[in-house]
């Protein structure tokens, strides 16, 4: 009888602890600190494809004046409409609710979980649909040929040198315990 009564207050005492898990409203924002942290390299993620992607097309010089300056745009699109937008969808395929502080390692689960998302090749399929579908305009001679040809490489070149979950969240405040304060909004 003492063992059932110590059992089932050990059980009620795991049910009264708060949840630990990372929550929805903690996501969310993640998601768009991501947004906005993917404008952020855009520079770097443009010179690192002229260093690696150019290179293995047949025309260098069109790559480098033309593809490796647009994908950092497609990009922002793609992460706004898939992550951003869609930040709340993105944490609840991740199975995340409710509201308090989340850990250093929690940013990083979250963020191999996006990277996931990212890297996945039905998810980038879809990207390269929904640019084709509202990116080109008309008047851009073979901008779906171009997006469907090259996305996709350049997409996937671009996640693996710079999607690194640990590298991203050791920049944010919940690891580094410092906490930013930016003058004006995103």
Same mark, same amino acid.
């Given at each position: 009888m003492k063992v059932l009564l110590i059992l089932c207050l050990a059980l009620a005492g795991t049910w009264a602890a708060p949840d630990p898990r990372f929550t929805c409203a903690e996501c969310v924002d993640e998601m768009h600190k991501f947004g906005f942290l993917v404008r952020m390299a855009e520079k770097d993620i443009q010179a690192y494809l002229e260093e690696n992607y150019c290179p293995t097309v047949d025309d260098v010089e069109e790559c480098m004046n033309t593809l490796a300056r647009i994908y950092p745009n497609m990009l922002e699109a793609v992460v706004r409409h898939y992550i951003v937008d869609g930040a709340i969808h993105v944490c609840q395929t991740m199975g995340v609710c409710d509201a308090r502080r989340y850990t250093c390692e929690e940013c990083v689960v979250g963020l191999e979980w996006v990277?996931?998302?990212?890297?996945?090749?039905? %998810? +980038?399929?879809?990207?390269?649909?929904?640019? &084709?579908?509202?990116?080109?305009?008309?008047?851009?001679?073979?901008? !779906?040929?171009?997006?469907?040809?090259?996305?996709?490489?350049?997409?996937?070149?671009?996640?693996?040198?710079? %999607? +690194?979950?640990?590298?991203?969240?050791?920049? &944010?405040?919940?690891?580094?315990?410092?906490?930013?304060?930016?003058? !004006?909004?995103?």
């Open positions: 990277e996931a998302y990212l890297e996945d090749p039905i %998810m +980038i399929a879809e990207m390269t649909v929904f640019l &084709e579908q509202n990116a080109c305009i008309d008047e851009w001679e073979n901008c !779906k040929e171009v997006v469907k040809e090259h996305f996709p490489p350049m997409h996937r070149m671009a996640m693996e040198k710079f %999607m +690194i979950p640990q590298e991203i969240c050791n920049q &944010e405040p919940v690891c580094t315990g410092v906490t930013n304060h930016p003058t !004006k909004p995103f």
